[in-house]
Nanobody, 122 residues
Framework: QGQLVESGGGLVQAGDSLRLSCAAS????????VGWFRQAPGKEREFVAT????????YYADSVKGRFALSRDNAKNTVYLQMNSLKSEDTGVYYC???????????????WGQGTQVTVSS
C-alpha cells in the first residue's frame, strides 16, 4: 500500500478544536477502512476512531465519543478527524492507518502514517 500522511496537528487550548487529515500518497484509500490511533509519552498506542470505506459506519472510543467526528472524502482520497472540546488528555501523536476491517485493533491495520502531534494546554 501507499503511504498515509497526517496533518492538522498543533498546539491548542483546552476547549478548542482541530481537524486532522489523513491523505493517501500514491494509492487510493477509497476501498479501505481508516482508523485513528494516538500515543502519549509513556503510554501504549490507543484506539481513537475508525470509519469504513463508505463512511457509513464509524466507531469511537468512549473517551472521545460525542467530541470527535470522522468523515471522509474519497474523491480527495482523504479522511478527516474533527476534534472538538479538546482536553489535555487528548494530547499525543495521532496516527491514521488503513486496513480491511473497521476495527479498534491496531494489529488489523497494515498501512500507517508518520503521525501528527496534538498538544492541548490547560
Amino acid at each position: 500500500q501507499g503511504q498515509l500522511v497526517e496533518s492538522g496537528g498543533g498546539l491548542v487550548q483546552a476547549g478548542d478544536s482541530l481537524r486532522l487529515s489523513c491523505a493517501a500518497s500514491g494509492r487510493t484509500i477509497s476501498t479501505y477502512s481508516v482508523g485513528w490511533f494516538r500515543q502519549a509519552p509513556g503510554k501504549e498506542r490507543e484506539f481513537v476512531a475508525t470509519i469504513n470505506w463508505s463512511g457509513g459506519i464509524t466507531y469511537y472510543a468512549d473517551s472521545v465519543k460525542g467530541r470527535f467526528a470522522l468523515s471522509r472524502d474519497n474523491a480527495k482520497n482523504t479522511v478527516y478527524l474533527q476534534m472538538n472540546s479538546l482536553k489535555s488528555e487528548d494530547t499525543g501523536v495521532y496516527y491514521c492507518a488503513a486496513g480491511r476491517f473497521t476495527s479498534g485493533d491496531s494489529a488489523l491495520y497494515n498501512a500507517w502514517g508518520q503521525g501528527t502531534q496534538v498538544t492541548v494546554s490547560s
